[in-house]
């Protein structure tokens, strides 16, 4: 089964996925951000680009579910934000790159039960993040306590996330590299407390020399 096989039936299969609220780490982040441009890459039901939309950000959301995307649509409009303020756009980031650039780019749990270049999506993902912008990735540092197959959950640390991303250290900054634990309401209605991981890289205004 391909990934877009895998989460199209994921998500047409259920009434809603995921919660409908912003990540936790991804508004503690932009609340101290001036609102610019921004790339919500794999946005799933759009909790994260409805949230940026309302303070004032100019949305690029984009999923490879197209029902995904459709519910993401009728949250905006429900929540009375303007059409223009959220571009929706179905693709598989496997192959997808945008021409302009951002001031944010956020990837949050952009793991994937069916094997993506996930390293390759998030190297490319940071080459459009704009002078001064800020790089996001967020990911699961540790099962949580409701899987049934705990074995089976793809997890990183901040090592591993900075690995993957490869950042030229004259081009970035890392501003936060860290695991952060939060309260949480599994598919039963279990609070839980989860682990994530959070790697933060700010570009430089311009390049440093060597």
Not at 30 to 54: I, K, N, S, Y
Not at 73 to 94: F, H, M, Q, S, Y
Not at 111 to 126: E, G, K, T, W, Y
Request: hydrophobic share 45%.
């Amino acid at each position: 089964m391909s990934a877009s096989e895998f989460w199209e039936d994921r998500y047409s299969t259920a009434p809603a996925v995921w919660s409908g609220r912003v990540n936790e780490s991804l508004a503690r982040v932009a609340v101290a951000l001036a609102p610019g441009r921004a790339l919500d890459l794999g946005c799933g039901e759009g909790a994260d680009a409805l949230w940026l939309a309302r303070r004032g950000w100019q949305v690029t959301a984009v999923d490879i579910s197209v029902t995904a995307l459709e519910r993401g649509r009728a949250a905006a409009l429900k929540a009375g934000l303007p059409p223009e303020r959220i571009e929706w756009v179905a693709a598989d980031l496997a192959a997808w790159q945008p021409e302009e650039t951002f001031d944010l780019v956020s990837a949050c749990f952009l793991q994937s039960p069916v094997p993506i270049p996930r390293s390759q999506i998030l190297r490319r993902a940071a080459e459009v993040v704009a002078p001064s912008g800020s790089l996001l990735v967020i990911s699961h540092a540790a099962p949580p306590p409701w899987a049934k197959n705990p074995e089976n959950h793809d997890v990183l640390g901040p090592a591993e996330e900075l690995t993957a991303l490869g950042l030229d250290t004259h081009q970035w900054a890392v501003v936060q590299a860290e695991v952060r634990e939060r309260l949480t309401t599994g598919p039963d209605g279990q609070q839980a407390t989860v682990s994530d991981t959070v790697v933060r890289a700010r570009r430089h205004s311009a390049t440093p020399p060597r």
